[in-house]
């Protein structure tokens, strides 16, 4: 379970390039923090979860993809 703090927190984290978006590549960087998103939505596999939640086909979530993704999970608290 996470807060929407907290996973705006672990959102930042992994956009290493600052672009407001979280790309395959960033959580592939961040092997850590892909794990934690994996608890929280389910999803095992980067690709999965961007190919599952991205909105706009650019292979990357914004913030809002990831939030509905825990959402749907229902481990937003
Ligand atoms: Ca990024
Ligand atoms: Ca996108």
Excluded: H
Excluded at 9 to 20: A, I
Excluded at 63 to 72: N, P, S, Y
């Amino acid at each position: 379970m996470a807060t929407e703090q907290e996973l705006q927190s672990l959102f930042n984290e992994l956009d290493t390039d600052r672009d407001g978006k979280v790309s395959i590549n960033e959580l592939f960087l961040s092997p850590g923090l892909s794990a934690i998103i994996s608890a929280e939505t389910g999803i095992t596999s980067p690709q999965e979860l961007v190919l599952q939640y991205d909105s706009d086909g650019d292979r990357s979530i914004t913030f809002e993809d990831l939030k509905r993704a825990v959402e749907k999970a229902n481990n937003l608290t």
